[in-house]
């Protein structure tokens, strides 16, 4: 009698990627099943990667140098088709020392005690967009008229981009980060976004202003440190990172925080929670879907799994947020958890640059809005709520709420 053959896992029998939501307020359901097991193969659009849903994993593999983030080499898992310009996520897709050579130049920006001081500037803005928003007519688009905005004048004012700019800024940013424009609308965005950015960063170098821009153009690329083509790169990384995530953890943040009975009230009345909400709301929601990728560079052994050299990783970070044997009830949010280890923001030598920016703009929003809209809720009209489902990063079309 002989053996039934052991048939090879073919790339049609692999569950695709990324996986859908069965419910918009939770990652996708099939996560928790996931975090039972080893990793597991998904088949994604150029082929197949690793799935690492565990916090452990994620966690181990965000500072293991046999995983690069390096979008050059073979078997990177490429969810976004950019044009083949080089350098052209910047220091995000480098590893080893020019990682850390660019990154460093960043960070002297977006530095604890350069947000602080940044703080007043952002508290005048969140006020400015609260009266606009008090005064306006209800029920009212929060997504449009404020999580939205307040970002892209923060980071808009921190590059000296001209305020005027700032509409035409995040119908780029979200055109390039769409999954559902063609490559053609991709691509002509992408474009106009560099050539706009080439233009300002030249204008910088012959007079230079207070801006971040042209502190890094004075600093780095006069003396010769900095190629242009490379601070070009790293404003438009800024400009798409500094208000796309943070626009959209904003919005889902107030939906929570109106969803749950009495959560909105509680704020008001105890406002040492702020700090903590947001590291709660940063865990739960978890936006980054589907971006946060490696490639491995050695064979390595993770979570069971023998994954091989130029195998693509794909760290699920809401997955990994949501693991119970961490954040136990980790389904719901809870403002009283220490959500401290959350990974919202990666972890290891690819941390997120602008992760004291992020926390003190929700932080400032959040306080502004409760203070100045008590009686907040939802609105009681057709699709209050929209979400953004086949993005980056995850979020809301709108918001509809009332007072």
Not at 192 to 216: F, Q
């Amino acid at each position: 009698m002989t053996a039934t053959p052991v048939m090879p896992v073919t790339e049609a029998r692999l569950a695709a990627w990324p996986m859908p939501r069965t419910c918009p307020y939770a990652p996708p359901e099939a996560y928790a099943e996931l975090r039972k097991g080893a990793p597991v193969k998904v088949r994604i659009r150029t082929g197949e990667a690793w799935l690492v849903t565990r916090y452990a994993d994620v966690r181990a593999i965000l500072v293991d140098p046999r995983f690069s983030s390096d979008d050059t080499l073979p078997g990177f898992p490429v969810r976004i088709q950019l044009p083949p310009t080089p350098r052209v996520m910047s220091f995000t897709r480098m590893d080893g020392p020019e990682h850390g050579r660019l990154r460093r130049m960043a960070m002297t920006e977006f530095t604890a005690r350069r947000t602080r001081a940044l703080r007043p500037s952002v508290e005048l803005l969140v006020d400015r967009l609260a009266d606009e928003l008090e005064h306006g007519p209800r029920p009212a688009d929060l997504v449009a008229r404020f999580t939205v905005r307040l970002p892209s004048l923060v980071i808009a004012r921190m590059l000296g981009v001209p305020e005027e700019d700032e509409c035409d800024f995040t119908e780029l940013s979200q055109a390039v980060l769409s999954q559902d424009a063609t490559p053609a609308e991709i691509y002509g965005s992408f474009i106009e976004m560099t050539a706009y950015l080439d233009g300002l960063i030249r204008r910088k170098a012959e007079e230079p202003r207070d801006d971040l821009l042209s502190r890094l153009v004075t600093r780095y690329v006069a003396k010769g440190e900095l190629a242009h083509d490379d601070l070009v790169a790293m404003a438009r990384l800024f400009l798409v990172a500094g208000h796309e995530t943070t626009a959209h953890q904003l919005g889902l943040s107030v939906l929570s925080l109106l969803r749950e009975p009495g959560l909105w009230d509680r704020l008001r009345r105890e406002p040492d929670l702020f700090a903590p909400a947001v590291e709660e709301l940063l865990r739960y929601w978890s936006i980054t879907q589907d971006n946060q990728v490696r490639v491995a560079v050695d064979d390595a052994e993770i979570g069971g799994a023998r994954i091989e050299k130029g195998d693509g990783v794909i760290l699920a970070y809401p997955s990994a947020n949501h693991d119970e044997s961490v954040f136990p009830g980790g389904d719901r949010v809870d403002l009283d958890r220490d959500a401290s280890r959350h990974i919202a923001f990666g972890y290891g030598p690819h941390l997120c640059p602008g992760t004291s920016l992020a926390r003190m703009e929700l932080e400032v929003a959040l306080r502004a809005l409760v203070g100045r809209f008590p009686g907040l809720r939802l609105a009681d009209v057709p699709e209050a709520v929209s979400f953004r489902e086949n993005t980056i990063n995850y979020g809301l079309n709108s918001l509809f709420v009332t007072w």
